[in-house]
């Protein structure tokens, strides 16, 4: 049987959409705070991204990435497909994550899943588990 485990908080800030076309926008990501009982950190650099894809039925494709910063100083790739629904607001997402910091090589080997809300026009919370 399949387990969720509690992984973190994910809060983030977006900049106004970049629209390249009627289906594809990019949203830069401006700020982000993920906080858990394992991992504490924030966005660090400006190489922070969802490149989405839209559908005519309501739908988007995510493709996120960006660098987050430990509190103890560890750097962390994330990664994270999805989709989105324009409807509810609402992106469900399957994020992975890729560091070289010893501390943290648990990380690398996790698979979690994600469920994020709109908490303002700019913001979105995640709620992140590892699938375990």
């Not at 970049?18 to 926008?25: A, D, G, L, P, R």
């Not at 949203?27 to 005519?56: C, F, K, N, Y």
């Not at 660098?67 to 607001?89: L, N, P, S």
Request: hydrophobic content about 40%; overall charge negative; aromatic content about 10%.
């Amino acid at each position: 049987m399949m387990e969720l485990v509690p992984l973190a908080t994910v809060t983030l800030k977006v900049s106004r959409p970049i629209k390249v076309s009627t289906t594809m926008m990019i949203g830069e990501i401006t700020s982000l705070e993920m906080e858990g009982e394992r991992i504490r950190a924030s966005l660090r650099g400006q190489a922070a991204a969802d490149w989405m894809t839209a559908t005519p039925d309501g739908y988007a494709s995510i493709d996120v990435r960006f660098t987050v910063e430990t509190h103890d100083g560890a750097v962390i790739f994330v990664e994270y497909g999805g989709r989105f629904h324009f409807d509810t607001a609402t992106a469900y997402s399957t994020p992975r994550f890729h560091t070289g910091d010893e501390r943290y090589a648990w990380i690398n080997r996790i698979q979690a899943v994600g469920k994020g809300t709109f908490a303002a026009a700019d913001t979105i919370a995640y709620e992140l588990f590892e699938l375990r």
